[in-house]
């Protein structure tokens, strides 16, 4: 098979710390999603949750800013936490025209376990980074994303038990690898059998 030629002129996009950090980030983001969705919130819900987690009540514009979003995306997505239960809204102390956004005790109670989760997670990434970082951010970044490998550190069973576990299905922005689906599908098969077979030895019991 004839191979295809590269150009001269090419370059690694890892060697670019742009493009590393925002793969570094992707992985993240993976992982802290299907955490989020495995507890029954969304990725944006999760975001405002560990902002509110810093323990200070905030505006839907400073919760805006600190997510990365509109006040006005901050506002809907603080309306979807409030009718979970997990956030309320109360009067500034100073302005009362603006209304501060406060996490409730079942919010409180989300974000600790959740944040137990992920430190167990970033220790394990330390963990397999290991002491060589490297000579550069780049390298430091690039190592982290490839242990990462899609936020699952290249293990499929533990990806397809983390999108199995998910309360929300209807958003999942993260396609599983091939193997992951394959393990899914076979989990899947394996409960429809079970119920299968529960299903004739009760209706040989009448």
């Known amino acids: 098979m004839t191979e295809i030629e590269r150009d001269a002129r090419g370059a690694p996009a890892t060697d670019r710390l742009n493009y590393t950090a925002y793969r570094l980030s992707r992985a993240l983001d993976r992982f802290t999603e299907n955490l989020a969705l495995a507890h029954g919130v ?3 819900q999760f975001l405002i949750l560990q902002v509110l987690g810093e323990g200070l009540p905030l505006s839907n514009a400073q919760l805006g800013r600190r997510t990365f979003v509109s006040a006005q ?5 603080a309306n979807e936490l409030i009718d979970l239960g997990l956030v309320e809204r109360g009067n500034h102390p100073t302005n009362r025209r603006v209304r501060l956004v406060k996490l409730t005790e079942s919010g409180w109670d989300l974000v600790q376990r959740c944040g137990q989760e992920l430190q167990r997670h970033e220790r394990r990434l330390t963990a397999a980074v290991g002491e060589d970082l490297g000579n550069s951010i780049v390298d430091v970044l690039d190592h982290a994303a490839r242990e990462l490998a ?7 069973e533990a990806e397809a038990d983390a999108i199995s576990r998910r309360q929300i299905t209807s958003r999942p922005r993260h396609v599983p690898s091939r193997l992951a689906a394959n393990r899914l599908r076979s989990a899947g098969r394996d409960a429809k059998d079970a119920s ?5 030895a009760d209706g040989s019991a009448d």
């Not at 995306?73 to 997505?77: E, I, N, P, Y």
């Not at 299968?196 to 004739?200: E, I, M, Q, R």
């Open 42 to 44: 969304t990725l944006s």
């Open 73 to 77: 995306a901050a506002h809907l997505v």
């Open 150 to 156: 899609g936020g699952y550190f290249g293990d499929d």
């Open 196 to 200: 299968d077979s529960g299903d004739l």
